[in-house]
T-cell receptor, first 107, second 113 residues
Framework: EDKVVQSPLSLVVHEGDTVTLNCSYEVTNFRSLLWYKQEKKAPTFLFMLTSSGIEKKSGRLSSILDKKELFSILNITATQTGDSAVYLCAVVYQLIWGAGTKLIIKP | KAGVTQTPRYLIKTRGQQVTLSCSPISGHRSVSWYQQTPGQGLQFLFEYFSETQRNKGNFPGRFSGRQFSNSRSEMNVSTLELGDSALYLC????????????FGQGTRLTVV
């Protein structure tokens, strides 16, 4: 059975800390892995990862994929209160979603 | 470029009724996927339509159905509503079938009483 597992399920850190969110998967027909940030309603796209070992970076956020070990990580450095959200990863082919990591940044 | 538009934003229905939700994808996108999101179950895939054809279907009962029109707009219908159908229903549009980068609408919050 295809599955995507995110860890931790929730995380509380202080502003300025660095966090690492994990996403592991077991799926057939892997095409790519997607990271999304969900604050209120609509998840917003962060990264799409297709190849192993190539880091994607956007400001303080970065992500990398390991297709051999079947996982991805999302790093957020120098966290800010605006980073508080649920972070979702999803694996294509059929967009199989993890349960999300709820990240709370304390000022 | 306009984003994904879902209507209505909020809906309250009683058990046994039926409901139709609408999703207009980004212009030029031909794939529309529907998801149900509840606090306990997270995001669950309902179905995907591409060029008016259902391409993939999740594990939901037959009460959940959908369709896509020639302009790529999609509707989702839920018949004989149950309390457990209360959820946020999200649709996402993509240029192609099978996922890749998907853009989400704001969702329709359905409450069944």
């Amino acid at each position: 059975e295809d599955k995507v597992v995110q860890s931790p399920l929730s995380l509380v850190v202080h502003e300025g800390d660095t966090v690492t969110l994990n996403c592991s998967y077991e799926v057939t027909n892997f095409r790519s892995l997607l990271w999304y940030k969900q604050e209120k309603k609509a998840p917003t796209f962060l990264f799409m990862l297709t190849s192993s070992g190539i880091e994607k970076k956007s400001g303080r956020l970065s992500s990398i994929l390991d297709k051999k070990e079947l996982f991805s990580i999302l790093n957020i450095t120098a966290t800010q209160t605006g980073d508080s959200a649920v972070y979702l990863c999803a694996v294509v082919y059929q967009l199989i979603w993890g349960a999300g990591t709820k990240l709370i940044i304390k000022p | 470029k306009a984003g994904v538009t879902q209507t209505p934003r909020y809906l309250i229905k009683t058990r046994g009724q039926q409901v139709t939700l609408s999703c207009s994808p980004i212009s030029g996108h031909r794939s529309v996927s529907w998801y149900q999101q509840t606090p306990g179950q997270g995001l669950q895939f309902l179905f995907e339509y591409f060029s008016e054809t259902q391409r993939n279907k999740g594990n939901f009962p037959g009460r959940f159905s959908g369709r896509q029109f020639s302009n790529s707009r999609s509707e989702m219908n839920v018949s004989t509503l149950e309390l457990g159908d209360s959820a946020l229903y999200l649709c996402a549009s993509s240029p192609y079938s099978g996922g890749t980068e998907a853009f989400f609408g704001q969702g329709t919050r359905l409450t069944v009483v």
